[in-house]
């Protein structure tokens, strides 16, 4: 509020102004009093309305914008039937104060009429009076019977007697004002905000003050600066193992601590004081929202960052998920809840390190303000990247990948409409989220930019808290869409089949998926089926094939059309006989069920080819040859029946590579013979990223396309006694691999195979920590992958050789944990840093309680003994939610990312 006693005024302007002086004191003490009143609120709302208008009338355009502020604020409450916090009653309180302050200095009024507000050092719930008793202030005296000046203060509503002492906060409150007393005119600048509350409240006659009941410890934590931020306590709210079985304990074993009541009480009180990471809500219970966003109200409107709102329903009722989404929830489950599901949304809401880490591109011409913006996003876990005109912008969208654009629409090359156009028009960017921002003068644009591509309009300048909202629900909503809807699905709304392109990219991402497999359905008799029905019966023959597989098919299953009388379906089931009993009723629907066509019946029947998509295919074209393969095989046994695409029956099996890499070995190896990737270890509870398995691979000189991994390699360089030349020869290499990233300021941890033969050789331990010596390396960026059963009966020379590399900072790894149990007693006796575990039993997850009891068992195990647990060829990412369940640490294989020739991977991206 500013003073505005400088603006001349007409005595009658004056007494108006003084008497909306006097009716907002009036109006606004019985809620200063009384409490919360939703009647006297829209009294006081009324009044605001006058002084607005009043003001507007006289010109006062600075008051006139401070009572509609005002009006505003007390209207969120009135309109939401909301209840006002104590730090909502102080804000109210403060801005009333103001404003009447205001208010005098225009009319001439005596403060004293102003100040008999609550004063805005202490809380709302200490209302200041002013009274006729002249001594009172000095020494209170505790209420007997009532006396006439008491019955007088008590007939005025804006006159309160006085209440008991209460000695703490009175001692406080007293010295204040005697320091106020005793401070002469000349030294009100050196008093505190407190001091000058009181020295205005004695500056013209005597007062007294209603001092406060005695104030809890927890209303003494309701200080912003006093809350405690908890990003790790998730609070519920009515939520047990009831309407969410072992919600409660996985969110314990994820390291998250809980904050469970039952009475909305206890809730509030809880979240006055701190701000937890999340909010579960029973559904029943969403009536209590509305008070705690009150609670938060005023900490939205600072910038802090408030818990997100998760919601869970006991049953399917749409009147929950309808109040859910209207009170802004970032998730909804109902029941049967799967806790795994809530941690994982948990994980997406708090980013793995509880904030996300999203790409942000600032398109601004003011660099200054840009970098403003920048630094908020940053301090929210974000990495934005800022450019000033569309050429750059265009540059940095394939490069930054960001997920959401900030887009100034006044560039100085190109319209922020305009370029929102072209962004829209290239297919990868249709669905990222785009913001534009604009002066206010320009408004009217909003329509525009929602017509060109825009998700959301901003008003320049840009306040922190709204540009945070809008690009945090923004990309949210981006990556739930592309969770639920994926790429635009290309159904066809007549038959339900999805097109053919679909279908290709969906199997590129399922190439590896141990449980996925495809099935090609070829109707028999295609030539005589046409004859009769024509080129007109194929439109409702599809429709008819598309409408029996929806009804046999779960809803994450894929039908598509790929020609006439020829379809596939993509699926994903636990086991091969699980797809082949999918694959049977298919073929029984179809022959049970003819298509009738301009009144006539055709008896259909089906040849249904499957073939994996696990394994090592190279391509999509190969798996769907293959599932072609198996259905003219089952065409030529006569049809209507199902056959699997088998290898060995096809005499598909190459000839023994080995024989061909012996002699590559007899001779020193060349880059054009081997072949070097790098796969992502993710982390799924882990918190290492940027680490990376190295695979080696020997290329074979006679058969081109194939290679030989290193698992497969050392047995027979140890038989050509070049198992430690190639060991050496792969250290070297993760050591060079390492210093080039670094010089591109990238720091990598390298897990790199070696065999337990090389590590009992006295001259390579040392020789090693000679080279990291040299090479200026940290041997903390290197990790040795060892088999078990190897290592385990090296015994005590093995424990020695590992002793002396963690003293150079080296980290070792064993794989095939779980294969054999005695690697479980050998963790006590060894040094060992992390465990991969079994991919026999990793790919067996799921089919058998007994298994996931073992890894369970092999995870604890190694948790115990200190040890990270990483999860090899991880297919799915269903799988990976069964590993993250168990603990596992981390996870690599092609759920995440397939290895490539160069150590890249996005480790902010969300796995889900």
């Known amino acids: 509020m500013s003073n505005q006693g400088s603006i001349r005024t007409d005595g009658a302007a004056r007494d108006e102004l003084r008497q909306r002086c006097l009716s907002l004191v009036r109006r606004w003490q019985p809620l200063a009093h009384g409490g919360w009143d939703r009647n006297a609120a829209r009294q006081l709302g009324d009044e605001l309305d006058q002084i607005a208008d009043t003001s507007e009338r006289l010109g006062l355009d600075q008051l006139n914008g401070d009572a509609l502020e005002l009006a505003a604020y007390l209207c969120s409450f009135i309109d939401d039937a909301l209840v006002p916090n104590a730090r909502d009653l102080q804000r109210l309180a403060e801005m009333v104060e103001a404003l009447g302050a205001d208010l005098t200095d225009l009319s001439a ?33 505790p209420p007997t019977q009532p006396t006439p000046s008491a019955a007088g203060a008590a007939a005025n509503p804006a006159v309160a007697p006085p209440a008991p002492a209460v000695s703490v906060v009175e001692a406080e409150i007293a010295a204040k004002q005697n320091a106020a007393l005793e401070a002469k005119p000349d030294d009100q600048s050196r008093l505190d905000p407190s ?6 409240l004695l500056d013209e006659s005597p007062t007294d003050v209603e001092l406060p009941p005695r104030q809890t410890a927890s ?11 908890l990003p790790r306590t998730i609070a519920l709210h009515g939520i047990d193992d009831g309407i969410a079985p072992g919600l409660l304990s996985a969110l314990r074993e994820r390291g998250f601590d809980t904050r469970v009541t039952t009475q909305p009480e206890d809730l509030l009180t809880f979240l006055e004081n701190a701000i937890p990471g999340a909010l579960i809500l029973d559904a029943r219970k969403l009536r209590i929202y509305g008070r705690v966003r009150a609670i938060y109200d005023k900490l939205a409107a600072e910038g802090e960052a408030l818990p997100s709102l998760i919601v869970v329903s006991p049953d399917a009722d749409l009147g929950h998920r309808l109040l859910a989404m209207r009170a802004g929830a970032a998730g909804f489950f109902q029941a049967p809840v799967d806790s795994l599901r809530v ?18 591109l600032l398109v601004a011409p003011d660099r200054h303000n840009a970098v403003d913006a920048a630094r908020a996003l940053a301090e929210r876990g974000m990495t934005a990247r800022i450019v000033g005109n569309g050429q750059g912008t265009l540059s940095a969208l394939a490069e930054f990948r960001p997920d959401v654009v900030v887009l100034d629409c006044n560039l100085p090359d190109v319209g922020g409409i305009e370029l929102t156009q072209m962004i829209r028009q290239q297919p990868e960017y249709a669905a990222m989220p785009i913001i534009l921002a604009a002066d206010a003068t320009s408004v009217n644009l909003r329509f525009d930019a929602i017509a060109a591509g825009g998700d959301e309009f901003l008003v320049k300048p840009l306040k922190t808290r709204h540009l945070l909202s809008a690009v945090t629900s923004r990309v949210r909503r981006a990556h739930w869409l592309r969770e639920i809807i994926g790429n635009p699905d290309g159904r066809d709304t007549r038959t339900g089949l999805f097109s053919r392109n679909v279908l290709i990219e969906k199997l590129g991402s399922a190439l590896g998926d141990r449980s996925a497999a495809l099935l090609t359905i070829a109707l028999d008799r295609a030539g005589e089926l046409r004859e009769r029905i024509g080129l007109a019966g194929l439109a409702a023959i599809d429709a008819h094939v598309g409408n029996l597989l929806r009804s046999q098919l779960d809803d994450l299953d894929l039908p598509a059309q790929y020609n006439d009388f020829h379809y596939f379906v993509l699926l994903r089931r636990r086991s091969r006989s699980d797809i082949t009993g999918i694959a049977e009723r298919l073929r029984f629907a179809l022959a049970g069920q003819p298509f009738i066509y301009q009144g006539q019946s055709h008896a259909l029947t089906a040849s249904v080819g499957m073939a994996l998509l696990g394994g090592e295919h190279a391509n999509v074209d190969e798996v769907v040859t293959n599932a072609e393969a198996a259905q003219i095989a089952a065409a030529h046994l006569g049809g209507n029946r199902v056959l699997w695409f088998e290898a060995k029956e096809a005499a598909l099996l190459p000839s023994d590579p080995l024989l061909a890499v012996r002699a590559v070995l007899s001779r020193p190896l060349t880059p054009e013979q081997t072949q070097f990737d790098f796969q992502p270890i993710v982390p799924l509870t882990g918190k290492l990223s940027g680490q990376f398995e190295l695979s080696f691979k020997v ?9 030989v991994a290193y698992a497969d390699l050392a047995p027979v360089a140890a038989e050509c006694n070049q198992l430690a030349t190639l060991d050496r020869w792969l250290l070297e290499r993760s050591l060079s691999v390492r210093e080039e990233q670094l010089k591109r300021g990238r720091q ?3 897990f790199v195979p070696q065999s337990v033969s090389t590590l009992l050789d006295p001259d390579i331990p040392y020789w090693l920590a000679r080279e990291l010596k040299e090479r200026h390396l940290s041997g903390t960026g290197l990790t040795l992958e060892l088999p078990c059963s190897e290592l385990i009966d090296a015994g005590a020379r093995a424990a020695e050789r590992l002793k002396f590399l963690h003293q150079s900072g080296v980290r070792v790894c064993l794989v095939d944990f779980g294969r054999d149990w005695a690697a479980v007693h050998a963790l006590k006796n060894l040094t060992i840093d992390f465990v991969r575990l079994s991919a026999g039993l990793v790919a067996e997850l799921g089919t058998a309680k007994s298994i996931t009891d073992t890894l369970l068992a092999l995870v604890r195990k190694a948790h115990a003994a200190g040890c990270a647990v990483i999860a090899p060829e991880v297919d799915s990412i269903n799988r990976a939610h069964l590993l993250l369940r168990l603990g596992v640490d981390y996870g690599l294989g092609p759920a995440f990312a397939r290895p490539s020739g160069t150590p890249e991977f996005d480790f902010a991206r969300p796995l889900w």
Request: hydrophobic letters at 50%.
């Open 109 to 141: 009024t005596t403060k004293a009429a102003v100040h008999t507000l609550p004063s805005a050092r202490i809380s709302a719930e200490i209302p200041v009076v002013r009274s006729a008793a002249p001594a009172a202030a000095a020494a209170p005296a």
């Open 195 to 200: 001091q000058k509350a009181a020295a205005a």
């Open 748 to 750: 990598l941890r390298l």
């Open 343 to 360: 941690l994982a949304k948990l994980d997406e809401l708090l980013a793995h390190n509880d904030a996300p880490a999203w790409r942000v």
């Open 699 to 707: 290329k074979s000189t006679t058969q081109t396309g194939v290679a």
């Open 219 to 229: 209303a003494l934590l309701t200080s912003a600066d006093t809350l405690m931020r």
